[in-house]
């Protein structure tokens, strides 16, 4: 309950931030450009105070950034000098701007309020599952924190019905299962549906954390250099990747008499 209420908290603030640049343009444009509310938390307690380009230029950037180091943010300089600069490219007042700027103000205190719930249900996940007795042993592998071994946890129930690492491998989409079905036989999945955004996410650990990687490096290209080798059609004259991987299909006999 707790990780999918979590999903739910980070699709709301979403939706609040893209609610959020939406109003920004009906201020100022370049500011909202500028603005990255959704990877900086700075960008969202300036725009809890400032929202319309008269008062962010009348403050200059000293005070701006004054504010923003008072309130915790660690970039302050960078956003407030951001900020100026962007306003500064706008002479004109928009319709509409001390109601769009209200809207702005309300927005931004809600991806604040919602940035505290989420860590808050993070501290609250991570005490459950730290409690669990196979906690160290699923943080210990590569790529998988308190969050994803906690969603891993809510998916698979108990570790000890899984039998093997082929059996868990297989639920999670990572090897080939066969899905024969009668005389058609030889079926496998796609493996574009392993790229699926709405299989679970701790499945996708991240392979480039892996600490085996390096070993496989040069494997692959390897054995591709062979193969294009081998296959004439790689040496044609000006035969582009396109057309060197197109076969030629038999001709259907003519049916017309």
């Not at 209420?5 to 009906?26: E, F, G, K, P, S």
């Not at 960078?78 to 600069?85: D, N, P, T, W």
């Not at 024969?180 to 699926?196: I, V």
Request: with cysteine.
């Amino acid at each position: 309950m707790l990780t999918g209420h979590r999903a739910d908290l980070v699709a709301d603030r979403t939706r609040t931030i893209n609610r959020l640049r939406q109003q920004l343009v009906a201020v100022c444009p370049a500011l909202e450009r500028a603005a990255q509310p959704s990877q900086d938390r700075g960008w969202v307690i300036l725009l809890a105070r400032y929202q319309r380009p008269k008062a962010i230029r009348q403050s200059g950037v000293s005070r701006l950034t004054k504010v923003l180091t008072d309130a915790g943010v660690r970039n302050a300089a960078s956003i407030a000098a951001a900020a100026v600069a962007a306003v500064k490219t706008q002479t004109m007042r928009l319709p509409g701007e001390e109601v769009a700027a209200g809207l702005i103000a309300d927005l931004a205190r809600e991806v604040i309020a919602l940035d505290d719930r989420i860590k808050t249900t993070d501290a609250d996940i991570e005490g459950r599952f730290r409690r669990h007795p196979l906690a160290e042993v699923i943080t210990s592998m590569p790529g998988i924190g308190f969050r994803l071994g906690a969603e891993f946890l809510a998916a698979v129930g108990d570790p000890a019905l899984i039998g093997s690492a082929d059996q868990l491998a297989a639920w999670a989409g990572l090897a080939p299962v066969s899905r024969d079905s009668g005389k058609r036989t030889g079926r496998l999945p796609n493996p574009q549906a392993l790229q699926s955004p709405t299989a679970p996410s701790h499945v996708h650990v991240g392979v480039d954390r892996d600490p085996l990687r390096p070993r496989f490096q040069g494997l692959l290209p390897a054995q591709t250099r062979r193969r294009k080798a081998a296959d004439p059609r790689h040496h044609l004259p000006g035969a582009t990747a396109h057309q060197r991987s197109l076969r030629p299909h038999p001709r259907q006999p003519d049916l017309a008499t």
